[in-house]
């Protein structure tokens, strides 16, 4: 195996399990030191009082890797402030920051309680905020002091935040959220050396079984090599981008762009609106389905 990552300290969220469980360990197989983060929550986001973290941890140190557990709550601010300080204490720096956490509370809109939904926003959007946002500061820190890292950063959006997914409307909304973050994270961070990339991941996970047919599905480690890969110095010049991956097959995602327009020139009349937008529609592709419709 090469050492892709020789010598990088990496921090993986919801690590214990699942998808998360498969970038830790791919990322330490290539040689960095990880972090490995999880709660220790059910599905539905949970508390079931488990170390998942501590088993992957051990699973890497058997294998010669180096890595140490964190059971920190992403979403809370100061909780995800000492993770990255827990990096910095045990392996002297951060360079990869590998955004997973995540669970699902899946309802029809007109059925989804105001609990769910906070519930679900603040794990994946507010996790990815918090884990950027301190990272981000280290690492603004360190070029400022002539220290300037090869960091990178890889989200976890998802075909349901980008296509759309019936039963999903707030899982949707955060991994859209989370894709529009990594544009804006890709462009402000630039300067200190930081690439910001979301991938979208598919494979049979706990949050994925019973929502449908999975027996076809992709494993979770077929998405890890690109999550390796994204992490490495080697990817210097890709970043603000979002890659989906569904086994051996890698789409580099196109996302929201202008279409066809038409400028009247002054202020539009609202009983001329409508033939001006079915016009531009008239011209524009058709949007991929939504998932489920």
């Known amino acids: 195996m090469s050492k892709l990552l020789g010598g990088r300290v990496a921090i993986v969220t919801g690590a ?6 498969a970038h830790a360990l791919e990322l330490a197989s290539h040689g960095a030191a990880v972090v490995v983060n999880d709660y220790g929550v ?4 949970e508390g079931t009082g488990e170390s998942p973290a501590e088993e992957v941890v051990a699973e890497i140190i058997a294998a010669g890797g180096r890595a140490v557990p964190n059971g920190a709550d992403v979403a809370d ?3 995800a402030a000492a993770m990255v300080q827990q990096a910095v204490d045990e392996y002297g720096a951060l360079d990869i920051l590998v955004n997973n956490a995540g669970f699902v509370r899946d ?3 007109v059925n989804t309680s105001e609990e769910e939904w906070d ?8 996790g990815h905020f918090a884990m950027l946002r301190h990272a981000g500061a280290y690492w603004r820190t360190e070029s400022k002091e002539g220290r300037q890292r090869a960091a990178r950063v890889v989200n976890t959006s998802s075909g349901a935040g980008l296509q759309g997914s019936v039963g999903q409307a707030t899982y949707s909304a955060a991994k859209a959220g989370i894709a ?11 300067r200190y050396g930081v690439t910001v990339n979301a991938i979208a991941p598919v494979a049979r996970t706990r949050m994925t079984e019973g929502a449908f047919d999975t027996s076809a599905m992709a494993l979770p480690e077929d998405n890890s090599p690109v999550v390796a890969w994204l992490a490495s110095e080697e990817s210097a010049d890709v970043t603000g981008r979002v890659i989906e991956i569904d086994g051996g097959r890698i789409t580099l995602e196109t996302g929201w762009a202008h279409g066809p327009s038409q400028d009247l020139g002054s202020r539009w009349d609202a009983v001329d609106v409508g033939a001006a ?8 592709p058709e949007p991929e389905p939504v998932y489920g419709a």
């Open 119 to 126: 519930a679900v926003i603040r794990v994946h959007l507010k």
């Open 42 to 45: 059910s599905l539905a986001g």
């Open 107 to 109: 309802r029809m809109l």
């Open 180 to 190: 529009g973050l990594t544009l804006v994270a890709a462009q402000e961070l630039g």
């Open 277 to 284: 937008v079915r016009s531009l529609i008239g011209q524009a």
């Open 16 to 21: 214990g399990r699942g998808i998360g469980r």
């Open 77 to 79: 601010f100061e909780q």
